[in-house]
Protein backbone atom coordinates (compact mmCIF):
# COMPACT_ATOMS: atom_id res chain seq x y z
CA UNK A 1 0.00 0.00 0.00
CA UNK A 2 1.20 3.11 -1.19
CA UNK A 3 1.50 5.63 1.80
CA UNK A 4 3.07 8.93 2.59
CA UNK A 5 3.15 10.27 6.16
CA UNK A 6 4.17 13.79 7.40
CA UNK A 7 5.29 14.50 10.64
CA UNK A 8 7.59 17.69 11.96
CA UNK A 9 5.06 20.46 12.32
CA UNK A 10 3.87 22.44 14.80
CA UNK A 11 3.87 25.66 16.15
CA UNK A 12 7.21 28.21 16.43
CA UNK A 13 7.78 31.50 16.72
CA UNK A 14 9.05 33.89 13.81
CA UNK A 15 12.20 33.44 12.41
CA UNK A 16 12.45 30.14 13.66
CA UNK A 17 13.23 26.95 12.25
CA UNK A 18 11.14 23.66 12.00
CA UNK A 19 12.10 20.71 9.51
CA UNK A 20 9.55 18.36 8.16
CA UNK A 21 9.74 14.87 7.15
CA UNK A 22 8.06 12.69 4.49
CA UNK A 23 8.73 8.92 5.11
CA UNK A 24 7.60 7.41 1.63
CA UNK A 25 6.67 3.43 1.64
CA UNK A 26 4.79 0.91 -0.60
CA UNK A 27 7.44 1.76 -4.06
CA UNK A 28 10.76 2.31 -5.43
CA UNK A 29 10.03 6.03 -3.62
CA UNK A 30 13.21 7.06 -5.76
CA UNK A 31 11.39 6.71 -9.15
CA UNK A 32 9.37 9.44 -7.93
CA UNK A 33 9.63 13.35 -8.01
CA UNK A 34 8.27 14.06 -4.43
CA UNK A 35 6.77 17.88 -3.54
CA UNK A 36 5.97 19.45 -0.95
CA UNK A 37 3.01 22.05 -0.92
CA UNK A 38 0.77 24.31 1.62
CA UNK A 39 -2.66 25.33 2.16
CA UNK A 40 -3.70 28.20 4.00
CA UNK A 41 -7.32 28.79 5.58
CA UNK A 42 -9.41 30.44 2.76
CA UNK A 43 -5.91 29.84 0.30
CA UNK A 44 -5.31 27.64 -2.91
CA UNK A 45 -2.78 24.85 -2.29
CA UNK A 46 0.26 26.05 -3.57
CA UNK A 47 3.51 24.30 -4.05
CA UNK A 48 6.56 25.15 -2.19
CA UNK A 49 9.37 23.08 -3.50
CA UNK A 50 10.06 19.49 -5.04
CA UNK A 51 13.01 17.15 -5.74
CA UNK A 52 13.66 15.01 -8.76
CA UNK A 53 14.59 11.25 -8.59
CA UNK A 54 17.66 11.99 -9.57
CA UNK A 55 17.85 14.59 -6.67
CA UNK A 56 20.18 16.78 -8.33
CA UNK A 57 16.94 18.64 -9.50
CA UNK A 58 15.21 20.94 -7.39
CA UNK A 59 12.74 23.59 -7.49
CA UNK A 60 11.47 26.26 -4.91
CA UNK A 61 8.51 28.88 -5.14
CA UNK A 62 9.95 32.66 -5.09
CA UNK A 63 8.39 33.03 -1.64
CA UNK A 64 10.41 30.17 0.20
CA UNK A 65 13.48 30.44 -1.79
CA UNK A 66 16.81 31.33 0.38
CA UNK A 67 14.57 30.21 3.44
CA UNK A 68 13.45 26.43 2.71
CA UNK A 69 15.79 23.47 1.63
CA UNK A 70 14.49 20.56 0.28
CA UNK A 71 16.84 16.90 0.39
CA UNK A 72 15.98 13.54 0.49
CA UNK A 73 17.96 9.95 2.40
CA UNK A 74 17.67 7.40 0.21
CA UNK A 75 18.16 5.15 2.98
CA UNK A 76 15.48 6.05 5.38
CA UNK A 77 13.11 6.59 2.11
CA UNK A 78 12.42 10.16 3.23
CA UNK A 79 12.62 13.29 2.23
CA UNK A 80 13.04 16.44 4.27
CA UNK A 81 11.87 20.32 3.97
CA UNK A 82 14.48 22.49 6.22
CA UNK A 83 12.28 25.76 7.12
CA UNK A 84 14.20 28.63 8.67
CA UNK A 85 13.72 32.53 9.05
CA UNK A 86 9.67 31.21 9.34
CA UNK A 87 6.92 33.82 9.06
CA UNK A 88 3.56 33.89 9.73
CA UNK A 89 2.53 33.72 6.16
CA UNK A 90 4.11 30.44 6.27
CA UNK A 91 1.48 29.33 8.63
CA UNK A 92 -0.64 26.68 6.99
CA UNK A 93 -1.31 22.70 6.65
CA UNK A 94 1.82 21.31 4.89
CA UNK A 95 1.55 17.87 2.20
CA UNK A 96 4.42 16.07 0.68
CA UNK A 97 2.94 14.47 -2.49
CA UNK A 98 4.37 12.16 -5.02
CA UNK A 99 4.63 12.22 -8.72
CA UNK A 100 5.75 9.30 -11.14
CA UNK A 101 7.20 11.05 -13.64
CA UNK A 102 11.37 11.13 -15.29
CA UNK A 103 14.14 11.04 -13.36
CA UNK A 104 14.65 14.83 -13.60
CA UNK A 105 10.94 16.20 -13.59
CA UNK A 106 10.13 18.78 -10.98
CA UNK A 107 7.01 20.71 -11.10
CA UNK A 108 5.17 22.68 -8.15
CA UNK A 109 1.16 22.33 -9.81
CA UNK A 110 -0.60 20.15 -7.34
CA UNK A 111 -2.73 18.31 -10.33
CA UNK A 112 0.41 16.64 -11.80
CA UNK A 113 1.22 14.79 -8.01
CA UNK A 114 -0.73 11.55 -7.82
CA UNK A 115 -0.50 10.43 -4.03
CA UNK A 116 -0.54 12.40 -1.19
CA UNK A 117 -0.27 12.58 2.63
CA UNK A 118 -2.39 13.39 5.41
CA UNK A 119 -0.63 17.01 5.86
CA UNK A 120 1.03 18.65 8.89
CA UNK A 121 -0.03 21.62 10.52
CA UNK A 122 2.87 24.90 10.85
CA UNK A 123 2.01 27.84 12.49
CA UNK A 124 4.13 30.90 12.54
CA UNK A 125 2.94 32.97 15.41
CA UNK A 126 4.67 35.35 18.73
Known amino acids: QLQLVESGGGLVQPGGSLRLSCAIS????????IGWFRQAPGKEREGVSCIASSGGFTSYAGSVKGRFTISKDNAKNTVYLQMNSLKPEDTAVYYC???????????????????WGQGTQVTVSS
Open 97 to 115: AAALRGNYYTSLTSTNYNY
Open 26 to 33: GFTYNTYT
